[in-house]
């Protein structure tokens, strides 16, 4: 066979190979996404029947909220689509379900951002997490940072400062056992 041959059939096998591997990428992803749509529907099935059993009325599904928000001084929206809008004893709250073992916890960056921009988008009396895998529906309340119970970090100079004063501490009370 011919080198020119042998070149034109290797371009040939790696555009093929190449082909193949994008069209199962992209079947692949959208694969993923069908599925993570339908566990969302699912979880959203079972945030519901939990709202409900925990005494709250569904008043609204996919509730969106415009909020105006400046960039460099410039007027602009945040568009943001919580999952319910629901009510118990005269009171709203807007509810995000979720599932997953990070996702589902208030702690999660990801998910504390979106309970605090649905605080701050919604008219409501309080924020809910409904953690649909483990059948959980949890009140969040959103505190001021000197409200918190949780000290401030000490900062980095504020603790080597700190580390000093220990072992000047440490180096006087050995000096004064030694002579003592």
Do not use: C, N
Not at 75 to 104: I, M, T
Not at 138 to 158: C, G, K, L, R
Request: glycine share 8%.
């Amino acid at each position: 066979m011919k080198p020119e041959h042998v070149a034109l059939l290797v371009v040939a096998a790696v555009a093929l190979a190449q082909t193949t591997r994008l069209t199962w990428a992209r079947a692949s992803g959208r694969r993923l996404a069908a599925r993570a749509r339908r566990l969302g529907a699912e979880g959203e099935r079972r945030a519901e029947e939990l709202l409900r059993a925990a005494g709250y009325r569904v008043i609204e599904r996919q509730v969106h909220a415009i909020y105006a928000i400046h960039v460099d001084g410039a007027p602009s929206e945040a568009h943001v689509r919580a999952d319910f809008l629901v009510e118990r004893r005269g009171r709203r709250f807007v509810a995000d379900a979720k599932r997953g073992p990070e996702a589902s916890r208030a702690t999660f960056p990801a998910t504390r951002r979106q309970l605090l921009e649905y605080r701050h988008a919604y008219a409501v009396d309080g924020v809910l997490l409904v953690d649909a895998e483990r059948g959980r529906v949890h009140a969040i309340e959103v505190m001021a940072a000197h409200a918190s119970s949780i000290p401030p970090p000490i900062a980095a100079s504020s603790r080597a400062a700190l580390w000093l004063l220990l072992g000047v501490g440490i180096g006087v009370a050995g000096y004064a056992l030694l002579t003592g």
